[in-house]
């Protein structure tokens, strides 16, 4: 449905756009240059000054996911021909692959730390909410602003203890205790804007689902939640972002099964000199999951940003 | 279908009283009004009546059971809301046979009940659209289909013509009543319209800051209100109250207004006081032998009467007189009121006086 109270003319449909057009341009260079280096060679990459015009390669993207190690020149002659792209690349370079790197595993860690915490986030953030909005709790503005104050210092104000917990529990470096820990900074951010978008939702619904013979549960999962969709969408992606993005804790409390990518992608670095097109991969791949999770659920994700303003 | 009793039903919020010890008999087959002004405690009684809301105390019987604390999917009542309350994720099919679902009906029977109940509200043609898309009026179908589909024992409607516009509420009514006589289903009704009230209610619940002020048909209350609330609340304009100070004796048939003898029917009730003189506008004409007087200060023409305002010694009061009689502003003229039905109060409680006229209405109210 759309609304206008005057229609725009073209001058003002094209002044916006170029402005939209520079504004994207300009978030986008960035992002491009990851790309582009993630497809240069590491000469390419450090060549001063930058190159913009370049020979692609996917040598960024090999040595991201490969260990390799320096032979000598009649130990390369006397192997058998390379068997794919990869060695071919590696060979070149005077080196031979000696196995996979662990930017796969970690990689996986994300997923699986990132959704999960996502999920369980979204989970009990949309059951707190419905309560916080439908039923007479006892103190429950002192509630919701105690959930909220959680968020008022930087997470990483207690780290240490956090850190020491997680020692002494043994969650440390493990793929439960990031989730927990994800979870319990993104729920006060779930409760407070899913309870906004059920607050949103008429009772009447519900109310209709009861006299039309279904139990509560029954009404609050038929009725509550697909209405309430849109909101569920929009906190997950932000509830992913955080947790998919998050750094600091990952350092710290994570070292190995359970590290994500954000601590890993930096460590390339230091494998065989300044490889920074294998850190512009592994960061290109680093982007895709989130963007892929936003795109799936953009049509809620407007109406989800805007909440309250726009009604159908 | 069922007769539902109310007893000394009560609600609280906390400190708030939303409703006061209530009673009052649905009869099986009644449309039944439960009219007030907004924040009276009616739509809280209709609430508790499907059980949306428990009572704090009291009793509430469907049909010779006490259901006041069972769940609304335990009551077989069904429930119009004034907002509708469609689901908006399904279609109009969907929203009809949703009850029906819950109880684990067979598909072919839902089919043909959802085609049943379409055919009987004129909405079959538009089953598989969206709700969204609807005219208030058709949304208002869908929700009786809704609330029809499942053959309940007794209808509850929370002011369901609110959200309408003028033109179609009046079409609504009629369609409803015809519904209603054409099922015979209990039906409770929230309004605060007094005209939709008198216009499609069998029996009227009159209520006010969570009391029930009367109850009983439209014409008794309109006729012997029982508090000067009922009396001021219903009838457009409302009951004229000439306020007095004096003595009504048990027997008499007249009390004095400003020194002119005034007759009331047959009064059963001895009181002295600040009484109130209470008389509909239908009820007052003019007479030039008249000798209690008063002068015009206003009058509405409204094409087959006209509404004239009177100052008279014991304040204003409104008259509903043919249009094509005279009435000039600042004309002094004669009054005279048809004793058929006066009902006096007391000024300082707002009861009615009983008389010959109220004593039996009075008596259940």
């Known amino acids: ?312 | 279908m069922a007769q539902i009793i109310i007893k000394n039903l009560r609600k609280d919020f906390g400190n708030f009283t939303a409703v006061k010890e209530s009673s009052f008999t649905i009869e099986d087959g009644e449309f039944f009004m439960l009219l007030g002004p907004s924040g009276c405690g009616k739509t809280t009684t209709l609430r508790m009546i499907a059980g949306l809301e428990l009572p704090t105390s009291g009793e509430i019987y469907l049909d010779g059971e006490e259901i006041s604390q069972r769940p609304p999917s335990q009551r077989d009542i069904a429930f119009v809301f004034q907002m509708f309350a469609l689901y908006p994720h399904l279609n109009v099919r969907k929203n009809i046979q949703y009850p029906l679902v819950s109880q684990g009906m067979k598909r072919s029977e839902i089919k043909a009940k959802v085609a049943e109940v379409s055919r009987i509200l004129g909405i079959e043609d538009i089953l598989n659209r969206p709700v969204g898309g609807l005219s208030g009026g058709d949304r208002q179908r869908v929700a009786l289909g809704r609330a029809i589909v499942r053959d309940p024992k007794a209808f509850m409607m929370d002011e369901p013509l609110g959200a309408l516009d003028a033109e179609f509420r009046e079409r609504m009514s009629e369609e409803l009543r015809a519904l209603h006589d054409r099922m015979n289903a209990t039906t409770v009704y929230v309004t605060h319209d007094q005209l939709e009230a008198m216009q499609m209610g069998d029996k009227i619940v009159v209520m006010n800051n969570a009391v029930v002020e009367q109850f009983g048909t439209p014409q008794d209350i309109y006729d012997m209100p029982a508090t000067m609330f009922v009396a001021d609340f219903i009838g457009s304009p409302s009951m004229n109250f000439l306020e007095f100070n004096g003595a009504v004796a048990e027997g008499t048939s007249s009390v004095s207004l400003n020194g002119q003898e005034v007759s009331v029917p047959v009064q059963r009730q001895g009181v002295t006081g600040n009484l109130v003189f209470g008389i509909r506008p239908e009820h007052i004409s003019f007479s030039d032998d008249g000798d209690y007087r008063g002068e015009i200060l206003a009058t509405e023409y409204l094409g087959t009467t006209q509404i004239v305002t009177i100052n008279t010694a014991n304040g204003d009061l409104k008259a509903r007189i043919n249009a094509d009689l005279p009435a000039t502003v600042g004309d002094k003229v004669g009054l005279s009121f048809n004793p058929k039905t006066v009902t006096l109060f007391d000024a300082d409680t707002g009861q009615a006086l009983l008389s010959d006229l109220n004593k039996e209405v009075l008596a259940h109210g």
């Not at chain 1, 994207?24 to 992002?31: D, G």
């Not at chain 1, 070149?92 to 970690?106: C, H, L, T």
Request: include cysteine; aromatic fraction near 12%; proline fraction near 7%.
């Open chain 1, 1 to 312: 449905m759309s609304f206008s109270v005057t229609e725009a003319t073209t001058r003002q449909k094209w002044m916006a756009g170029t402005l939209v057009i520079l504004y994207a341009v300009i978030s986008l260079i960035p992002l491009v240059w990851i790309l582009m280096t993630g497809l240069k060679t590491p000469p390419d990459s450090i060549s001063y000054p930058p190159k913009v015009m370049f020979e692609p390669s996917l040598e960024g993207y090999v040595n991201l996911f490969t260990t390799r190690t320096r032979v000598s020149k009649e130990t390369l002659e006397s192997l058998p021909p390379p068997a794919n792209f990869a060695e071919e690349i590696v060979r070149n370079r005077d080196m031979v692959i000696a196995g996979p790197s662990k930017f796969g595993q970690r990689f996986m860690n994300s997923v699986i730390i990132g959704f999960g915490s996502t999920f369980l986030s979204v989970f009990l953030g949309t059951l707190a909410a419905y309560a916080f909005s439908r039923f007479r709790i006892p103190l429950a503005d002192d509630l919701l602003f105690f959930i909220l104050s959680t968020r008022m210092m930087p997470p990483i104000a207690v780290a240490i203890p956090i850190f020491l917990m997680y020692r002494n529990i043994g969650l440390s470096d493990t793929h439960l205790g990031m989730i927990l820990l994800y979870t319990a900074v993104n729920i006060s951010l779930a409760v407070w804007l899913l309870k906004g978008f059920i607050d949103e939702i008429p009772r009447e619904y519900e109310e209709a689902a009861l006299i039309d013979g279904y139990t509560r549960f029954q009404a609050f999962y038929k009725v509550v939640l697909p209405q309430a969709a849109t909101g569920i969408a929009s906190t997950a992606i932000f509830c992913l972002i955080f947790a998919w993005n998050e750094y600091a804790f990952a350092v710290l409390l994570t070292s190995g099964t359970a590290q994500t990518a954000p601590p890993f992608i930096p460590t390339i670095i230091g494998v065989g000199g300044l490889d920074w097109p294998a850190v512009a991969a592994g960061a290109t791949l680093f982007l895709i999951p989130v963007m892929i999770f936003t795109i799936m659920l953009r049509k809620h994700l407007l109406r989800g940003i805007t909440f309250g303003a726009v009604r159908k």
